[in-house]
């Protein structure tokens, strides 16, 4: 049998909600290593069997047909972890109608703050450092629910700052939290995404199910200039849904700050368009008619 290997089996580690799993790319229940007992030894040493059985030509029933399965040729094999998603508490303070997790998880929506993740993580992280199974090149995704929701959100990027690893931030900026900019300076391979979707209150308000439209603007803004030389690693992202904000005079807005009468733009060269997950299979017109638009604007400053 042909040896097989797959990049992420072999260096990823995700601590999701219902457990730990080599694979972000695939959502299968049993690739799971359920938070019991040493959960991180026996996520390591199960991985290791199947790596083994992967060398004999021996592919786990939920990785036939993984795009990401490939031949082996001559790729190192180390227990390093050099891709990770944080993804272990299920809250956000959004209720995005557009969200796939909130089918899949049964994302919870909250305005509390300092709530805690089904485990904690950062002891976890320190752990791997100290084992030195973290590769020096390792990047992080930080998504799901709202990581400014989370108590060891502040303690986790501190980790990231201090041995500057990679971090993209997924948030939607309804709170300013004052280590992200901090994070994003500190390595070239951090990032801060935040989902806008829309130019206006009103159609922020219908897609997130807040009004908080203002809020984010000044967060953005704010996180913009504390970022300084970095700004450009902090995005928009506009995700397009059809006959909700795909209007090209909606999407013109987004950027635009608003204050004291006057207007500001904030960072027009960084607006992400998007479609939404749940049409990923209808590609919206508007993607291909604004983009050009957008790009044209964009070189304006």
Known sequence: MTPKYCL?????????????????????GDTYQKYEDDYL?????????ILQDMQNG???????????????TNEEITPKIKFMEIYHWNECNCACFYCSNRHVTKLKMTQKRN???????LPNLKKLQKQNLLD????????????????EFSGILK???????????LSNG????????????ASEKSFLTISLDSGSPEVFKQIKGVDKFNDVLKNIKRYVKDAKDAKNRIMIKYIILEGVNDSKTEIDKCGIYEKNGEIELIIPHIINLET??????IISSAYNLYKKDLVKKINKY
Do not use: Q
């Open 8 to 28: 992420y089996l072999n260096n990823g580690l995700n601590f999701h909600y219902s457990g730990l799993t080599f694979c972000n790319k695939l959502w299968i």
């Open 41 to 49: 030894k026996t996520f390591f040493d199960n991985r290791e069997h």
């Open 58 to 72: 021996i592919v786990p029933e939920h990785c036939k047909n993984c795009l990401y399965l490939k031949d082996y």
């Open 115 to 121: 709530i805690k993740g089904v485990i904690d993580v």
């Open 136 to 151: 020096e090149n390792l990047e992080v995704t930080m998504v799901g629910g709202e990581p400014t929701l989370l108590k």
């Open 159 to 169: 980790f990231f700052i201090k041995h500057k690893y990679g971090i993209n931030i």
């Open 174 to 185: 309804i709170y300013y939290e004052k280590y992200i900019p901090k994070a994003v300076k």
């Open 276 to 281: 939404a997950n749940m049409n990923k299979d």
